[in-house]
């Protein structure tokens, strides 16, 4: 940089010049940007604290209260708490939200690794009591920016978290406004089957569901069995939403199909698309903004809520 000082003034021009070289010169502050927090839940219904790990949108600290929905994201069979931003489905939603397809949102994804999205025969460990009873209003407690309503709030997973979407939509309709389930977990459970799987799944639900035949739990869990029990009025289900590849196992056997038609005799509402693809990653990257518009159309503009629509836990 050039100075040049002229007349009487110029030794007083020149000590100025300097100072203003001297002085610090201030970056404009950089933009908000999204983050991830990941907190710990403790819980009677875990023998452990859950890991939750949660991705908050840009601006999230400056949100006015009961602005923000809110999308439990349940993670598959073996991934954990992390898949949602190690997976990189964080940056689809980024960009979606900054090309102003979608509104910002907040993801919570609990870790439930090893558990079926299920109680476990015992009473020890009952990660399905935990996420329709001590997650939301954990999270609610925490971050008043979330919204109260209940169609403010979306629940959606992939593989084993699709089949714990649809078993909280089948037994508790009334916590969330609308449900997805990617590529979802569907399976004719019995104790023959839990006997004829590999290794690494038979211990885990020997564990969860139990050893024997008079004290297996399993049968009780099968998405079929339960869409044959007590079932709430149509009016008062979520939206629902299944999308799955063509390639993949439940659909090339007709495990899907079986579900639909279940669906359809229960009289549960649901909308169903296949897609190109298998039961991996790729599929599900490429799936997943059809998931996110799905719950944003679902969320609304987040007018004031109906208060007999506001669940109180």
Aim: hydrophobic share 40%; net charge positive.
């Amino acid at each position: 940089m050039r100075i040049v000082v002229t007349g009487p003034t110029g030794r007083i021009g020149s000590l100025l010049a300097l100072l203003l070289l001297a002085a610090p010169v201030r970056a404009a502050s950089p933009p908000p940007s999204p983050r991830t927090e990941e907190i710990r839940i403790p819980t009677a219904t875990m023998p452990t604290p859950v890991p939750v790990r949660l991705w908050l949108p840009a601006g999230f600290d400056e949100a006015a209260p009961g602005s923000l929905p809110l999308l439990v994201f349940l993670h598959d069979g073996y991934g954990s708490q992390k898949s949602f931003s190690g997976r990189k489905l964080d940056r689809i939603l980024d960009g979606m939200i900054a090309r102003g397809e979608v509104p910002p949102m907040v993801v919570a994804s609990p870790r439930t690794f090893g558990t079926f999205n299920s109680n476990d025969r015992l009473g020890k460990a009952r990660a399905f009591d935990f996420l329709v009873d001590v997650l939301v209003p954990e999270l609610l407690s925490r971050f008043p920016q979330l919204r109260r309503d209940r169609a403010g709030r979306g629940l959606t997973g992939i593989s084993m978290g699709g089949y714990g979407s649809l078993k909280i939509l089948l037994r508790r309709p009334e916590l969330f406004g609308s449900v997805s389930a990617l590529s979802p977990w569907i399976e004719d459970l019995s104790f023959d089957f839990q006997k004829e799987q590999n290794v690494f799944l038979r211990v885990t639900m020997d564990r969860v569901f139990g050893k024997t035949v008079e004290t297996s739990t399993i049968r009780s869990e099968s998405l079929f069995v339960i869409l044959e029990g007590p079932r709430a009025p149509r009016s008062d289900r979520p939206r629902l939403l299944l999308v799955a590849g063509d390639a993949e196992h439940w659909v090339v056997s007709g495990k899907i199909a079986r579900l639909q038609a279940a669906f359809a005799a229960a009289d549960v509402p649901y909308e169903s698309r296949t897609r190109s693809g298998g039961h991996d990653w790729n599929f599900w990257r490429a799936s997943f903004p059809e998931i996110v518009l799905f719950h944003a159309e679902a969320f609304g503009p987040g007018a004031p809520p109906d208060p007999s629509q506001v669940r109180s836990w």
